[in-house]
């Protein structure tokens, strides 16, 4: 990680997701079940991210904990054991203090053609299902358009895999738009897609 920092463009500001993780090692940061970190790592994370890009620290207390059990994770199925699947986990998920509409693109299979429908930055209705980690944004998808009410110009471009699932929904309170890209399904011109919401910062 150092090499690749060293190497980047000035413009580029790198940001240290490890030691606010590493300082928080002994509380629920990862899944026992799943290879993801959970919400409360994802925090940590943001608070790393916060420091970098200037952002006051939003505090946990100011958001609405919800809470989904018996999550069996992604290591249950490719490592299923006695011992993993009598501890499940529980998703500890956390409602954005500030109103959020979501907007999710994606392509269809037959046509190809670009479709949309309303999504939601906490999907709850997967609270109830055997896919829990779906609750951050609904899962994985090309493209996601998060809006909020705040008052700001700012908007960002999140390049995430699905840990960016978790992550998001700390962004809420500091940016109008939030654009979540997801580069192992989107098709189209990232770049275009920067130049053309005049978006300012891309993570």
Avoid: C
Avoid at 79 to 105: A, G
Avoid at 107 to 117: A, P, Q
């Amino acid at each position: 990680i150092k090499f690749v920092n060293n190497n980047l463009s000035k413009n580029i500001i790198p940001v240290d997701a490890y030691t606010p993780i590493k300082e928080h090692k002994d509380e629920y940061v990862y899944y026992r079940t799943d290879h993801h970190w959970t919400s409360l790592g994802a925090y940590y994370g943001y608070t790393g991210f916060a420091k970098q890009a200037e952002l006051e620290i939003v505090p946990l207390d100011d958001y609405k904990k919800g809470e989904a059990h018996g999550f069996l994770g992604h290591l249950s199925t490719v490592n299923p054991s006695e011992k993993v699947n009598n501890n499940p986990d529980n998703v500890i998920y956390y409602n954005p203090p500030v109103k959020t509409e979501m907007k999710v693109f994606y392509y269809d299979k037959d046509s190809g053609e670009k479709k949309s429908y309303n999504g939601k930055v906490i999907n709850k209705s997967y609270a109830d299902t055997d896919q829990k980690y779906g609750i951050f944004i609904g899962g994985d998808f090309p493209l996601g358009v998060i809006k909020t009410n705040v008052k700001t110009d700012r908007k960002i471009m999140v390049i995430k895999d699905s840990y960016g699932n978790a992550f998001i929904p700390f962004l809420t309170p500091h940016y109008s738009e939030i654009y979540v890209i997801d580069p192992r399904h989107y098709k189209e011109s990232i770049v275009d897609l920067v130049n053309e919401n005049n978006i300012g910062e891309v993570m």
